[in-house]
């Protein structure tokens, strides 16, 4: 087995064991069913003068192999303790080096406005 194929394996398990399922909608419209997502949730601390400020924040982790064309303003809609559950990419997404996952800023939406 060659080094990419390990690669490959490697990241496929780690999207199945950390991943979690979600329906991708794009900017445009088109829906893809059961896309792994990776979500993480570490707070910033940015400086304000001699303050620091504690803001959360949400960053994805997307395969490439799943959403080609990822960009701001589409959606993943994902299922968090039994409800459904919106977030907005913002930002810029960027390709990792070997240009395989997708990492981009989001936010969760308030789907009741």
Do not use: H
């Not at 893809?32 to 949730?41: A, C, D, G, L, S």
């Amino acid at each position: 087995m060659s080094f990419p194929e390990v690669r490959a394996r490697l990241e496929d398990a780690v999207f199945r064991r950390f991943g979690e399922d979600a329906t991708y909608v794009s900017r445009f419209g088109q829906t893809i069913e059961n896309v792994r997502v990776i979500r993480k949730e570490p707070d910033e601390v940015p400086r304000f003068g001699d303050s620091r400020v504690i803001m959360p924040t949400c960053q994805l982790r997307v395969r490439r192999s799943q959403v080609d064309d990822l960009g701001e303003d589409d959606r993943f809609i994902l299922i968090e303790d039994g409800a459904e559950m919106e977030i907005l990419v913002t930002g810029d997404p960027m390709l990792n080096a070997r240009r395989t996952i997708w990492t981009t800023g989001a936010e969760p939406v308030d789907v009741t406005r």
